[in-house]
T-cell receptor, first 118, second 113 residues
Framework: GAVVSQHPSRVICKSGTSVKIECRSLDFQATTMFWYRQFPKQSLMLMATSNEGSKATYEQGVEKDKFLINHASLTLSTLTVTSAHPEDSSFYIC??????????????FGQGTRLTVV | AQSVTQPDIHITVSEGASLELRCNYSYGATPYLFWYVQSPGQGLQLLLKYFSGDTLVQGIKGFEAEFKRSQSSFNLRKPSVHWSDAAEYFCAVGPTGANNLFFGTGTRLTVIP
């Protein structure tokens, strides 16, 4: 299957700083990528849909100014957590799929990023 | 609105025993259904998926799942559990395929010798 690489796998940052997480599709072009967040002992919740060359679509309750998403190429989407606070500590995971409006038969997930804000 | 319910938060089974993990969904039409497994600190691996056709779906690692429309269920089964199956299992619904998935809260599987 296709490979999605997410980097870094773990990051610890100080409160108030920004952290960038990268999601790359290594062997296919991903016109759409998805960012999920998983709090401890909870399920994954979709944060936003990232479309190459256009603005991301955020789910209700997700602050777009805090979670900046850039999808500048067909193989790379980035999530930047700006002015991170301890409550942003979570497991962030991306997935890549087909284009919007298509029936994508499988989402390929990255390894996830464990963010700890101290 | 779509929703996915996994009633069992934690299940413990003996190695070699059979396993069934429950999943119920709420959706207006027949959705696309998935089961993923997550090992500690790892990403998600697709076990199997149902889009249409035969309601009994075979997946990797000896897992299977059966879609029952009348019960809005998509339970995951394995006839004989191995110690390496210990992990977190997520059922997911995708209204338009694998995009924009709605996940259940997960079932943590513990396997005892």
């Amino acid at each position: 299957g296709a490979v999605v690489s997410q980097h870094p796998s773990r990051v610890i940052c100080k409160s108030g700083t920004s952290v960038k997480i990268e999601c790359r599709s290594l062997d296919f072009q991903a016109t759409t990528m998805f960012w999920y967040r998983q709090f401890p002992k909870q399920s994954l919740m979709l944060m936003a849909t990232s479309n190459e060359g256009s603005k991301a679509t955020y789910e209700q309750g997700v602050e777009k100014d805090k979670f900046l998403i850039n999808h500048a190429s067909l193989t790379l989407s980035t999530l930047t957590v700006t002015s991170a606070h301890p409550e942003d500590s979570s497991f962030y995971i991306c997935s890549a799929g087909g284009g919007a409006g298509t029936v994508n038969t499988e989402a390929f997930f990255g390894q996830g990023t464990r963010l700890t804000v101290v | 609105a779509q929703s996915v319910t996994q009633p069992d938060i934690h299940i413990t089974v003996s190695e070699g025993a059979s396993l069934e993990l429950r999943c119920n969904y709420s959706y207006g039409a027949t959705p696309y259904l998935f089961w993923y497994v997550q090992s500690p600190g790892q990403g998600l691996q697709l076990l199997l998926k149902y889009f249409s056709g035969d309601t009994l779906v075979q997946g990797i690692k000896g897992f299977e799942a059966e879609f029952k429309r009348s019960q809005s269920s998509f339970n995951l089964r394995k006839p004989s559990v191995h110690w390496s199956d210990a992990a977190e299992y997520f059922c997911a619904v995708g209204p338009t395929g694998a995009n924009n998935l709605f996940f259940g809260t997960g079932t943590r599987l513990t396997v005892i010798p």
